[in-house]
């Protein structure tokens, strides 16, 4: 190793996404914008695709300070149950209402002690994209999607949600999922765009619902002791360098999903948007499952009245 290369400061990113997604997209450019701006004096390594371990793994490492900084999403609410309210179920109207909630008041709420618990700062909020659903069968109405058998992620959160609206959740890894579609194990379930274009869920199953009932946010983390032991100069740079690289993010998924749309429909896929009256029940239906909060988020009803400023009056 050179002198030179001996002399920079080594900052090592876990993340789970692979090379293209939105989360390793926003690693990448938060490590460039901080390389560029102070000079190369960080030697700043992006370690995707769960390089480093799986979620719970590199989240402990970071909080040990082992690795300096990771991005997840709210796998950290079992460090700080307010991290799980980032996807809480119908809390937003599109894109735009959660760019500015998580620019403003209930961002701050969510953090609200958790650098303190965690041992991590949390230094950004970015989108993967909302979850849709995707069927077999056309879906029109709630009433339709009562008795699916559909794959839900093992989150309590998203198992409430499809009790809510009736559904048989089927709880299993996403990457188990097209054989189950193709088995007749699950008659649909629920992804991000990012997630049903990669994998060509349209193909399988023609029908996809624009419900975007959850927005899935994750987050670049700091360990707290790195963090702080960063000059003053510094800590701008890191700091600066996390909110540009998330404003790139939600900028990138917000095209992405205008686009997602015409290559589902030209590879034969069917996209329906929810009327008034369904999207109406799924509304309900999200907001039956934010009682799950109040038990254990003290400042749960706080975090939940914030984001009404941010509507489009």
Same mark, same amino acid.
């Given at each position: 190793?050179?002198?030179?290369?001996?002399? =920079?400061?080594?900052?090592?990113?876990?993340?789970?996404?692979?090379?293209?997604?939105?989360?390793? !997209?926003?690693?990448?450019?938060?490590?460039?914008? !901080?390389?560029?701006?102070?000079? &190369?004096?960080?030697?700043?390594?992006?370690? /995707?695709?769960? +390089?480093? &371990?799986?979620?719970?793994?590199?989240?402990?490492?970071?909080?040990?300070?082992?690795?300096?900084?990771?991005? +997840?999403?709210?796998? +950290?609410?079992?460090?700080?149950?307010?991290?799980?309210?980032?996807? +809480?179920?119908?809390?937003?109207?599109?894109?735009?209402?959660?760019?500015?909630?998580?620019?403003?008041?209930? #961002?701050?709420?969510?953090? =609200?002690?958790?650098?303190?618990? $965690? &041992?991590?700062?949390?230094?950004?909020?970015?989108?993967?994209?909302?979850?849709? @659903?995707?069927?077999?069968?056309?879906?029109?109405?709630?009433?339709?999607?009562?008795?699916?058998?559909?794959?839900?992620?093992?989150?309590?959160?998203?198992?409430? @949600?499809?009790?809510?609206?009736?559904? $048989? *959740?089927?709880?299993?890894? #996403?990457?188990?999922?097209?054989?189950?579609?193709?088995?007749?194990?699950?008659?649909?379930?629920?992804? /991000?765009?990012?997630?049903?274009?990669?994998?060509?869920?349209?193909?399988?199953?023609?029908?996809?619902?624009?419900?975007?009932?959850?927005?899935?946010?994750?987050?670049?983390?700091?360990?707290?002791?790195?963090?702080?032991?960063?000059? %003053?100069?510094?800590?701008?740079? #890191?700091?600066?360098?996390?909110?540009?690289? %998330?404003?790139?993010?939600? =900028?990138?998924?917000?095209?992405?999903?205008?686009?997602?749309?015409?290559?589902?429909?030209?590879?034969? *896929?069917?996209?329906?948007?929810?009327? /008034?009256?369904?999207?109406?029940?799924? !509304?309900?239906?999200?907001? *039956?499952?934010?009682?799950?909060?109040?038990?254990?988020? /003290?400042?749960?009803?706080?975090?939940?009245?914030?984001?009404?400023?941010?509507?489009?009056?």
């Amino acid at each position: 190793m050179s002198a030179q290369a001996a002399d =920079k400061i080594m900052v090592k990113i876990a993340g789970m996404k692979p090379e293209g997604e939105p989360e390793t !997209v926003g690693m990448k450019l938060f490590a460039k914008y !901080v390389m560029e701006a102070t000079k &190369g004096k960080y030697d700043v390594r992006v370690y /995707p695709n769960s +390089t480093l &371990g799986k979620e719970d793994a590199y989240i402990a490492q970071t909080r040990k300070g082992i690795i300096q900084m990771c991005a +997840t999403g709210t796998q +950290t609410g079992s460090l700080f149950p307010a991290m799980a309210m980032l996807e +809480t179920p119908m809390l937003y109207d599109d894109l735009d209402h959660a760019h500015r909630a998580m620019n403003g008041e209930t #961002f701050k709420l969510i953090n =609200k002690g958790f650098p303190e618990k $965690s &041992g991590l700062t949390m230094l950004n909020a970015f989108p993967l994209g909302f979850r849709h @659903f995707y069927t077999k069968k056309e879906v029109k109405s709630v009433d339709d999607l009562k008795g699916l058998r559909m794959r839900v992620p093992n989150i309590p959160l998203y198992i409430e @949600f499809a009790k809510q609206l009736g559904q $048989s *959740g089927q709880a299993m890894p #996403f990457a188990e999922v097209p054989a189950a579609l193709d088995q007749g194990v699950i008659d649909g379930g629920d992804s /991000p765009f990012s997630d049903i274009v990669a994998l060509k869920m349209y193909e399988i199953t023609k029908n996809i619902t624009l419900s975007g009932h959850i927005l899935v946010i994750h987050s670049l983390y700091i360990n707290n002791d790195f963090y702080k032991s960063l000059p %003053a100069e510094d800590k701008k740079i #890191f700091d600066d360098a996390a909110k540009r690289s %998330a404003e790139d993010v939600w =900028k990138i998924v917000a095209e992405s999903e205008k686009k997602a749309t015409d290559i589902i429909t030209k590879g034969g *896929g069917k996209v329906s948007s929810p009327t /008034p009256e369904f999207r109406a029940a799924l !509304v309900k239906a999200g907001q *039956g499952t934010w009682k799950l909060f109040y038990d254990t988020v /003290p400042n749960a009803k706080e975090i939940l009245a914030s984001v009404d400023q941010y509507r489009k009056k």
